[in-house]
């Protein structure tokens, strides 16, 4: 439990340190945040193609070393995590308080959920898989509740005002400024606040008397949705990536 | 799989952190390649304080920033030293008023205002004859009434020099700050960079036009006066009635009147007694007519001074409170001109403000330049 509270409550504090020293942090905090996404994604995504591979290859074809996934997959899976990483910190940078609440509880969530599911899971499942499947099955769970809870969040938020003005003006009025001074991590600031600008502002003009409020609202729920799961998932398989890390050392 | 536990998670570590560092690497070096590809070089002369300064975008949208900072700060500072200013003057008016009331009281109770007052008491006209001195004395004979006709003329004054000096500071600050930070302009922009004249949009901007001393006139005649031609005129049509409507100063002429009442009949009985003395006592002949017109005269000059002692004395006693009603009723018509004379530098300042915000636009347009938005730079 507290090895899931370290993460995210040093990810939290992070994005407070004023502007300086968050900048010199930025480079371990990513490194850091990778590093458990991609523990996690990678044990997953390994136990994926074992399942596959057990299932249609021969026993004893060579093709098992071949395709069991080795550089090529990790490769992948680094650039998918580190970008959801870069992704899930410009965001944290410029989450809510409620937000932040909720992103903290889900660390005892997961804790206790995981606890409880290894004990589910203690007489079905084999010993040397166990964890591994664990987790696997602790992902949706854990999505389950976060997901709906951040949309309800997010909704409650209040948002300036954008109903009847063009896309144009409202980020000309209304795109706050970027946090950080680290060009890379400042860009992607801009970028994810720019997004979440265009979002509130289809989303506040799908009812209004736009011709196109139909589009507007496919628009808006899709960025919604699809920014919300980015963000709570990279953070869910940043958590998880904890017990996966862990575990890691100990089967080897 | 082959090591220990520790090992396996150090190569991973190692692994991420190599990726991170080059994609961090690589993203910033993307990031500032970018940067400088879209960078806002065009260049920008600009004139101010009499001075061309050569800015890039990014530092003329800053140097802008200062001057619409600047702008409002003087203009809220004008407004301040307008509303003191104009404080100060109707203090200065209206004390010129108020000293110049005892010099009335000393000419109402004066010999010749007395037997002023009571020859045109006597001939009905007191009224108008009281209102014409009391304006003489208050307006004319104080400088008040030309303190107010000049009014006008010295706020505009006034205000030219202060938009003067404010112009001046504006100019010196940013040339100030901005003369260091000059792009060095390369000879093939120097023929096509726009130029903006922030000289000629401050002087523009700050300075009262014809149109706006007009515009100052109408609306000081509209707001304050209500109708009167200027100033002055308002605080003599409508400060004069109130002073004349006074307690004191109606019941001293209650009193008056009251003793022109009792003068006629007294008369009548001074002149019947004069009569019936003469023809009793004296003998006939040209002799008793000139012993009965003696009595008379002598009968009627001792009424009209005993009782015209009384009136003095009923007088005397309402000198001071009438002093200190007509000394209040002015400060009061002071209050309510300056409640009203803020009002309408209240709205002569939004209006300049307007046209400042106005004149600082223009510029720009001319210069055509557009207001961009960076995702990339700042």
């Not at chain 1, 997953?44 to 399942?51: E, P």
């Not at chain 1, 003005?165 to 400024?177: F, K, M, N, Q």
């Amino acid at each position: 439990m507290i090895l899931l509270l370290l993460p995210a409550i040093s990810l939290l504090i992070w994005t407070q340190i004023p502007e300086p020293a968050q900048g010199w942090l930025f480079l371990p905090v990513w490194v850091a945040s990778s590093w458990l996404i991609l523990a996690g994604s990678l044990e997953s995504a390994r136990l994926r193609r074992r399942v596959w591979l057990e299932q249609y290859l021969l026993a004893d074809s060579s093709w098992h070393r071949l395709l069991r996934g080795g550089v090529l997959m990790t490769v992948w899976h680094l650039l998918v995590a580190a970008l959801l990483a870069l992704f899930m910190l410009a965001k944290l940078l410029h989450v809510h308080a409620w937000i932040g609440l909720l992103l903290l509880a889900q660390a005892v969530v997961i804790g206790w959920l995981g606890r409880w599911l290894d004990a589910r899971l203690q007489v079905h499942v084999r010993v040397a898989v166990r964890p591994a499947v664990a987790r696997r099955m602790l992902v949706p769970l854990v999505m389950l509740p976060l997901l709906p809870g951040y949309l309800l969040i997010v909704l409650m938020l209040s948002q300036p005002a954008m109903v009847g003005i063009g896309w144009g003006e409202a980020v000309s009025l209304y795109l706050p400024e970027a946090q950080s001074a680290v060009g890379l991590l400042a860009l992607c600031e801009r970028s994810y606040l720019l997004l979440d600008l265009t979002l509130q502002w289809a989303l506040q003009n799908a009812l209004g008397s736009r011709e196109d409020s139909g589009a507007l609202a496919v628009l808006a729920w899709s960025l919604l949705l699809l920014s919300g799961a980015a963000f709570t998932w990279a953070w869910v398989r940043m958590l998880v990536g904890v017990g996966a890390l862990v575990n890691r050392g100990e089967e080897a | 799989m082959t090591a220990t536990p520790t090992k396996s998670r150090t190569r991973l570590f190692l692994l991420v952190f190599l990726a991170v560092v080059l994609l961090s690497v690589g993203g910033n070096l993307g990031v500032r390649l970018l940067e400088e590809r879209l960078a806002d070089n065009r260049l920008f002369s600009v004139l101010v304080n009499n001075q061309k300064l050569v800015l890039d975008g990014a530092t003329l949208r800053e140097f802008n920033d200062d001057l619409l900072r600047l702008t409002e700060q003087q203009r809220s500072q004008a407004d301040l030293q307008m509303r003191q200013w104009t404080d100060d003057w109707l203090d200065r008016s209206f004390t010129l008023a108020t000293d110049a009331v005892p010099q009335y009281l000393d000419w109402y109770y004066s010999m010749p205002g007395s037997y002023s007052r009571l020859y045109h008491a006597v001939g009905g006209d007191l009224e108008p004859f009281m209102t014409a001195q009391m304006g003489h004395f208050l307006f004319d004979a104080s400088g008040l009434q030309q303190q107010l006709a000049s009014f006008d003329d010295q706020v505009l004054s006034r205000w030219q020099a202060l938009a003067q000096t404010q112009q001046r500071v504006i100019g010196q600050q940013l040339v100030g700050v901005y003369a260091p930070r000059q792009a060095k302009p390369t000879a093939a922009l120097t023929t096509s960079m726009p130029m903006l004249n922030i000289d000629l949009a401050l002087g523009s901007g700050f300075r009262a036009s014809a149109e706006d001393i007009q515009r100052w006139r109408t609306g000081s005649q509209a707001s304050v006066l209500a109708g009167a031609g200027t100033l002055a005129l308002l605080v003599r049509r409508t400060l004069l009635p109130r002073l004349m409507s006074l307690g004191a100063v109606q019941s001293a002429r209650r009193a008056l009147a009251g003793f022109v009442a009792r003068l006629a009949p007294r008369l009548a009985v001074a002149i019947s007694a004069g009569g019936t003395a003469a023809t009793v006592t004296a003998p006939s002949g040209p002799g008793a007519l000139v012993a009965g017109s003696v009595a008379f005269l002598t009968a009627a000059g001792t009424l009209v001074v005993t009782d015209f002692t009384l009136l003095k004395t009923e007088e005397a006693l309402l000198r001071d409170r009438k002093e200190n009603e007509i000394r209040t009723e002015l400060l009061a018509s002071r209050e309510i001109l300056r409640v009203r004379l803020h009002q309408h530098l209240n709205s002569m300042v939004e209006q300049r403000g307007a046209q400042l915000r106005r004149a600082l636009v223009q510029p720009y347009e001319r210069a055509e330049i557009d207001r961009r938005f960076h995702i990339l730079g700042r």
